[in-house]
């Protein structure tokens, strides 16, 4: 079945770039939506954004700004960057294949791992 | 974006025990919801979709109902290994996806 496994470093400094990779196993990366999706300790879950195997991408409003995500279909791979991170943006950050209906909306299904990502100087 | 509220926010209950959870929107969803769990150091498992929908290899005792902005989470019979904390979230209006706040349930 479909696995997905998180990678990048886990110390990141303040308002530098934090970039993290997700590879895809057991399954081909085309044809679904791949998002990501953080949890601070302690608390709930936010949608980060997804990109579609095209190269379409939608991102939360509220992080819009400092968003980039990306697809290598080769590597079965896709990518995030968040720019200009603070303590706030520390986290576990997981990846997950969206399953879509006819509009295009996605429930999550399945998720890596997770990995803690830590903003600190 | 649309806000979901669960309630409630934890709960104790006992091995057997049927355990309702309840999800609300702040504005209609239609059926575009899904229930997920997580155990502490885990990440999310899917349990349920369009409100109602079973995922394939989750035991029957976890169902799902509700349309619009009302929505439930019902374990028939709570086992020792449904002792976790419970997410909904909504996939209808996007972006964003929108996770509600969570429901921790322990044991009694």
């Known amino acids: 079945q479909v696995q997905l496994q998180e990678s990048g470093p886990g110390l990141v400094k303040p308002s530098e770039t934090l970039s993290l990779t997700c590879t895809v196993s057991?399954?081909?990366?085309?044809?679904?939506?791949w998002s990501w999706i953080r949890q601070p300790a302690g608390k709930g879950l936010e949608w980060i954004g997804r990109?579609?195997?095209?190269?379409?991408?939608n991102y939360n409003p509220s992080l819009k700004s400092r968003v980039t995500m990306s697809v290598d279909t080769s590597k079965n791979q896709f990518s995030l960057k968040l720019s200009s991170v603070t303590a706030a943006d520390t986290a576990v950050y997981y990846c997950?294949?969206?399953?879509?209906?006819?509009?295009?909306?996605?429930?999550?299904?399945?998720w890596g791992q997770g990995t803690l990502v830590t903003v600190s100087s | 974006a649309i806000q979901l509220t669960q309630s409630p926010s934890s709960l104790s209950a006992s091995v057997g025990d049927r355990v309702t959870i309840t999800c609300r929107a702040s504005?209609?969803?239609?059926?575009?919801l899904a229930w997920y769990q997580q155990k502490p150091g885990k990440a999310p498992k899917l349990l349920i979709y369009?409100?109602?929908s079973l995922e394939s290899g989750v035991p029957s005792r976890f169902s799902g109902s509700g349309s619009g902005t009302d929505f439930t989470l019902t374990i028939s019979s709570l086992q020792p290994e449904d002792f976790a904390t419970y997410y909904c979230?909504?996939?209808?209006?996007?972006?964003?996806?929108?996770f509600g706040p969570g429901t921790k349930v322990d044991i009694k």
């Open positions: 057991g399954g081909s990366i085309s044809s679904y939506y």
């Open positions: 979230q909504q996939f209808n209006s996007y972006p964003p996806f929108t």
């Open positions: 997950a294949r969206g399953k879509y209906n006819w509009n295009h909306a996605n429930w999550f299904d399945p």
């Open positions: 990109i579609y195997t095209s190269g379409s991408t």
């Open positions: 504005q209609g969803i239609s059926s575009a």
């Open positions: 369009d409100a109602s």
